[in-house]
């Protein structure tokens, strides 16, 4: 027995399994036949097969967000691996732990443009934390355990190994890999920092005690750490308000009285005035996105900062910071729930509700008669009521999800925030589902970014998979649409979509039920028993065309630029 | 208004295959331009010492040695204080040269310490080692002459001191 032969895929699988991982999305091809063959043989690993490799990497990437796991992804070489790159991309945006393990031409062929070369690991230095070319399968034991910890710690993120097929193939004995497994990694350029500096700690807790109107903006970095319920106790006892990034949402219950939604170009009014009006700011597990700044120079203009993260280099990239901390959330918050005291801040918690109440998010009527957006979204939240993990795609679904929807519970919204990967919804509630699977899962999307990854539904049949799958069908890419209207002149360049194909029929082509939604009385009497109902579902909702999101702060601008208020954009 | 200065950063790094295009390509995609590189191994096994110049704003100077130490094999960065560091460049140059020529050239050459490693009937190429002026106030002595090549290694730097 110590003396049998195993190979590099053998290793790969067990180094995988020993780590923990016991579900892999992948798509076979001819660099990866050995593993493939390995997974036929190995059954500790269970493989989902995706029908395109960027399914695989965004169902990883749900798979990871919804369980707090790593995330693996398997491709073969060429098109397999570059097919990952929009997936892996989504996943550094939003510093999610993913793993993607790519084939490649044997080491002999490498550099001879071979028939599916891609330099993979060349291509994706910039969307990795870091990534490997494994030459030798002695190498193998430490790369795998070594992309796994440097994925899943410190501020996560995807690494990607690249194994050549003639490493795959190649053998040591039992014996020799457990003498390379056992040897525990030495990464001295690697040490992220987990305690934030005492100083720097004592610092903040001054600003904070003599703060007069301070705010929390909570990003996904507090749900990353773990650290939501110290969140909640801070803001609670110490009466702060709060606001979250749109990858934050969950962290803080969105019907929590000191809870004012969401932060930045589609936030809420109280949030953004919040940070025009707040003297301190605390700002914990965020990057200081464009999205959310505005211009940088003019955000949070009348307030001292605390930044709080993990990662040193966003300290000060966008924004100028006056108390940085760097620091594991957890800990950091951990600090900062142990030494604050009860406070009150009345009259700025007055003003803040007054915001809440005077500017509620609100819509307009429907020209046509049809069914608003939002008012499918609202529906949708009352019936969910919280009990779901919702996951959306990219454009104006996403931000009436963020809008419309409560998440109360941490890891219950999936959306690609950095990134804004069309096609990114299905593929994560797929993996989002086979992660958590007594969990009622959502797919929000729209009928553009549906198309571009709906070939995955084959999973929800093959896999028996409860989705449900709304679509919030306008015929038009709607986001750019908007743009179009407000800042083109209603110059309405390649976004209508009326064209599309009939999304009942390709939901039955995949065998999943459908239904369509465009009249209220449906919408009153057919969602909740369709949301309720046990298999999978496509649930078309044919919703007004021309409708905004709103409020809206321009791209660059600040806060006093905002529009639509009131759900409608004023005449001016 | 932003004050762009010339700054040489050190890096330490595990010499792993790829490294320096890893270092450089992240350089670009941040936007900071690197001047000069140089790139060897150094005392510590397998790790290799590279010293950028480049330039930049204190500001995102600051955010570009948070960039690259997030590299994982890179173990240290640092920006070299402008004082109390030693700064070498190594150059050739080969000149035109006759008879009637060659004698100047070698005198100058011999004031700023460089060294005459090759002489042609029609040339002469000249090693000089100094700081980014000395060898800048060489290349204008040459122009009298005429330069016909020029190859300059990019500066290396170490501290004065115990210190690195």
Redesign the interface.
Known sequence: MENRMVNGSWVLLESLYRLGIDTVFGYPGGTVIPIYDEIYKYKKIKHYFSRHEQGSAHEADGFARATGKIGVCLATSGPGATNLVTGIMTAHMDSVPLLAITGQVGTSSLGKDSFQESDI??IT??IT??NY?VTDIRDLPRIIKEAYF?ATTGRPGPVLVDIPKDVQNSEISFKEFESLHSVAIK????EPTYHGHPRQIKKALDAIRNAKRPLIIAGAGILKAGAAKMLLEIAERTNIPVTTTLLGLGVFPSNHELSLGMIGMHGTVASNYATEEADLVIAAGIRFDDRITGDPEKFCKNAKIIHIDI???E???NK?INIPIVGDLRNVLFEFNKRLDQMEHKDWVETVKGWKKEYPISYGESKEGRLMPQEVLSKLDKILNGNAIVVSDVGQHQMWTAQYISFNKPNSFLTSGGSGTMGYGLPAAIGAQIGRPEEKVVAIVGDGGFQMTFQELMLIKQYNLPIKIVIINNSYLGMVRQWQEIFNEKRYSFVDLSINPDFNKIAEAYGINSMTIDTKEKLENELRPALESDGAIVINCIVEKEANVLPMIPAGTSVSEMVGKRGVIENE | MKMNKTYEILII??NT??IV??IM??FN?RGYFVKKMTAGMTNIADHARLTLTVEGDE?SL??IQ??V???????KVKVFPEDGVIRRELMLIKVKANSETRPQIIQIADIYRGNILDVGPESLVISITGDEDKLKGFIIMMDNFEILEIAKTGVIAMSRGEKM
Not at chain 1, 187 to 190: D, F, I, R, T
Not at chain 2, 69 to 75: A, R
């Open positions: 690991v060349g230095v910039p934390k870091t070319l440097i990464l001295p350029g690697y990662d040193p280099a300290i000060g990239k100028l | 790094t595990k295959n790829g295009a890893r390509s992240l995609r500001v600051d955010q948070k960039q130490y997030k590299i994982i094999d890179v173990v």
